[in-house]
């Protein structure tokens, strides 16, 4: 099952707009991390944001965690049209069974030129 | 970050025949794991590849169907046994770095008829 809810399932927005993507999920996590893919290609790694952590950024990207509400944020600053893509976020839950990620279902980002 | 390959890209397979698709990594890893996409959904967790042991499976999947092993620190391979027309679709690899950052190989596309 899905950990992870992302919120929008999709978004446009024009060039130089900022673009946020939320993330909830369910239980106790390690870590999340932040995905994006371009239509059929692979998965690039973005962030990853430890359950200690509040924020953190990189580039034109800047995340957020709330543990507290169990969400998450993936905040694109100046978006560009090369940003429209699918991204995910996954959640490495504390689970007894063993670590691993789990994947929301994605927001699809389109940039308009 | 580590670098995932994975052959073959792509292949198309008649039913019931098996495919082997191959996951080498450039560095180091601590954790191996297969996932599946359909086109346009998100990722679904096949199972982790334990080193030199037989890999965990997550709930639907099974060894007779997926055989998974995992030989090294480095590579593992996934077979698609007695393949259907419902096990078309997009099979990656990844794996996990000491930093806890997961990594995704480009997949491997993979059509039943």
């Known amino acids: 099952s899905q950990q992870g809810e992302e919120d929008p399932q999709a978004l446009s927005i024009q060039e130089g707009e900022n673009a946020t993507m939320n993330c909830s999920y369910k239980?106790?996590?390690?870590?999340l991390q932040w995905y994006r893919q371009n239509s059929g290609r692979g998965l690039v790694h973005l962030i990853l944001?430890?359950?200690?952590?509040r924020e953190k950024h990189s580039g034109r990207l800047r995340v957020t965690l709330d543990t507290s509400k169990k969400s998450s944020s993936l905040l694109i600053t100046a978006s560009r049209a090369a940003d429209t893509a699918s991204y995910f976020c996954a959640t490495d839950a504390r689970e007894t069974s063993g670590s691993r990620l789990t994947f929301g279902e994605g927001t699809q980002l389109t940039v308009n030129p | 970050s580590a670098v995932i390959s994975q052959k073959p890209s792509r292949d198309i397979c008649q039913r019931g025949t098996s495919l082997t698709i191959q996951c080498q990594v450039d560095?180091?890893?601590?954790?191996m794991f297969w996932y599946r996409q359909q086109p346009g959904q998100s990722l679904t967790l096949i199972a982790t590849?334990?080193?030199?042991?037989?890999?965990?499976?997550e709930s639907g999947f099974v060894i007779d169907k997926f055989p998974i092993s995992r030989p090294n620190l480095t590579f593992s391979t996934l077979t698609v046994s007695n393949m259907s027309p419902e096990d078309s679709s997009i099979y990656l690899c990844?794996?996990?770095?000491?930093?806890?950052?997961?990594?995704f190989g480009p997949g491997t596309r993979l059509t039943v008829t």
């Open positions: 239980t106790s996590i390690n870590n």
């Open positions: 944001i430890r359950s200690n952590e």
């Open positions: 560095s180091q890893v601590t954790m």
């Open positions: 990844s794996a996990r770095d000491f930093t806890y950052e997961q990594y």
């Open positions: 590849a334990n080193q030199g042991s037989e890999a965990t499976y």
